[in-house]
Every structure is written in structure tokens, then in C-alpha cells.
């Protein structure tokens, strides 16, 4: 298992173990607050999730959309049409044997917008912050996917 | 090529190979039980689609939206949530060295409580036998997560 | 770090590294095509955007939803749908040590076909242009989890 070990050895690889982490998690909070204002404000997709509210009475009234529900839900797919391709990119690119400090300024750069970005949306923030906030984890991306391109390409 | 050999000699990693492979498949199903009910409900989002089904009828008599598809639509939309952060977390947990059967039993638990997942959200059965197999399957993760942080942590 | 040299000295894994990297920047690319349309049919889902294009009129009037940008927005979350396997799927499958050849049909055909689709999808070709499109990526995803569960099974 020596390789294995020496995987994770690796400085980059280790950064990338914990940003990779910390925004998953970032991502994964988006159920909870989904879930938090689904209770606190009794609006439910799912009539079995309805009736646990409705105690007896009218379970329809329960089952509609709320505009912050539906918020934090386009903050929720926003995540994951920007978080997945950090994950995949990200991972190829700490085995390419990047320079760690270029490598710690693309994941420290991107975490730091991804949360910016969650504030932006659920505060909500005037524009152009959060589309500001989008730009630079998406630049990130691009970046790291550029330096896989211009040093693996095998097509 | 040594140290791809030794990856996939390692059995934590091939433990993850496994689960990865069983819960990505099980979330690649959601999109054949979606076609399904599209197709034996006449219920398209595509005018291409509906007009396959028309046969020179009227099209937007199947342009709708049908409660059952849009039940299955939540449910993938719930495993994508959920399962690319086991994907990305459990890949990087693999790779920190943990103890075979510790990680195993990560594995093993949130496979089998995304399976009830889905059962419990299709059927449906009454809550709260789904949100009680959501809630397994995420603190499955987050404790992978914990575990990574505590063992590699590289800001 | 021997070990990370020598995982991206491997032709397979430099494969998928090229391969993952094309299809998930074609996967952010729906992210641009949505913004195009967005800001030209003036079409937005969130007050502080339609702020920026009311100039001071009505901002409930550009709060609505667009058959073209939803279709965009469909072609994006199959994206992410089938993508999202792909990427953990063949990440695993790479470090299965499979032939160079078999490797590069899957990610070549799996790549092809997820391009096919999207133009299937957004121009919009006629049935079943999109849904062969579809599957032919769907197969491909399923070849390698079988190839993976045949040769590394560990449950």
C-alpha cells in the first residue's frame, strides 16, 4: 500500500483532500437550510411529508412553492453545476504535479468565492456580487482545467 | 505503472470502487424510471418528445407536468444532492489510510440507506422513513468528512 | 511522490484526466449558454437580476420563466445527471488497470455522444436524435461499472 500512502503524502494532494472536503460540505448545508425553511415556514413538495403537518386537516394547503424555499434550492443546483466540476478538475489536476502554491491559490480562491456566493444568494446581495462571486470560482475551474489540457492532453 | 497497480490492490480502495459504482448505478436507474413513467403516462417536458406520442394530434396535450414524474425528478435530484458528496468525500477518505473495517462499515450503511431512500420516497411510505434513511446516508459523509479533516487537514 | 508521478505517467489515467476535463468544460458551458439567454430574452429568477434590468420600472416583469432558457436549463441537469457517473465511474475504471485501447472507446464514444446530445437538445433536433444520444453515453457508464464489478468487487 505504499503507494496509497504516498498519495496522500503529497502536500497538494493533501490540499486538495481539504478544500475539496470543505466545499462538499458547504454544498451539503444547502439541505439543511432547504430543510429549515420547508419546517419553519410548513411548505412541502411531497404530500407524505405534508401530512405530517397537517395533523387531520387540509393536507394541499402544505404542498406549494415559497419563493426563499425555492431560493436556497437555486443555491443548492448552483452548487452542484459548479461544485462537481471543481471536484473532477480539481482532483486530475492535484495529480499533475501542479506547484503547491498555485495550487493552494486555485482551491483557497475558489472555496473563498463558493461561500461568498451562498451569502450573496441567500442574503440576497444586490447584483453584481453574486455574480461577481460565480465568475471567479468559474475562472478558477477553467484554470485548472487549462493546466490539465496544456500539460496531459492524450486525446 | 507500479503505483496504479498498488491502488487498486489496496481493499479499502477497492471497497470504494465497489460502493461508488453500486450508488452511481442506483442513481443512473432514477433516469430509466423516469423515462418510464414519461413514456406509460404520455407526460413530456419537449415538444420533440411530445410529438413523437401525438402522431399529428395535438402536441401541447402532453406538454404537463404529471405528479408521479415529477415525485421520480426529486428523487434523483435528491441523490445527486447527496451521492457526488460521498463520491468526492469517500474518494478522498479512501485515500487517508483508514482502518479496512471502519471503512467498509461507511460504505456499507450509506449504500444500503440511499437504497431505502429510494423505496421510501417511491412508494412512498410515510415520513419518517424517509427523511430517517436521508439523514443516515448524510451523516455517513459527514463523518468521512470529520475523519479526513482531523487526519490531513492542509489549508 | 513517486506515486503521483507515476499515476499521471499512466496513458489510461492521462486518458480519462483529458477526457473528464472536455466533458465536464462542456458541462460549464451550459452554464454560459443559460446566461446568454437570461440577459437577451431579459428572463430572470431572482429579484436583485431583474433589478439590474427594470431601471427603475416594474420588476415583476421579467420575473418569469422562458420555454428557451428552461430548455437549456433540462439539457444542463442531464448533463449533471449522466456526467456526474461518468466522472466518478470512469475515475475508478481508469485505475482498474484496463486495456489503453478499450479505455480510450469508452471515453472517446462517452465524450462524442454527451457533445451530440446537447446539440440534439438545444437546437433542438427531432426524436430520437437526443434520446439515442443519451443512451450510447448511458451504455458507455454502464460498460465501465461492469468491467469494474467484474474485475474488483469487494463488498
Redesign the interface.
Known sequence: ??????????????????Y???V??K??L??LVTAYYRLTRKVF?????A??HSKGGDVKKFLRTDEDV??VR?C??ND??????F???G??YS???PDLFTALLHFRIFAGARILHSFA?LI?????G?GLSWLIG?GV??SM?YS??ST????
Open positions: 500500500m505504499a503507494g496509497l500512502n504516498k498519495l496522500i503524502e503529497s502536500d497538494v494532494f493533501r490540499a486538495y483532500a481539504t475539496a472536503t470543505i462538499l460540505l454544498m451539503m444547502m439541505s413538495a411531497n404530500r407524505e411529508d401530512a405530517v425555492e431560493r437555486r443548492h443546483l452542484l453545476e459548479n461544485i462537481v466540476p471536484i473532477g478538475v482532483l486530475v495529480l499533475t504535479n444568494y440576497p446581495l444586490p447584483q453584481p453574486r468559474y475551474t477553467i482545467a490539465i489540457l496531459t492532453l492524450y486525446l
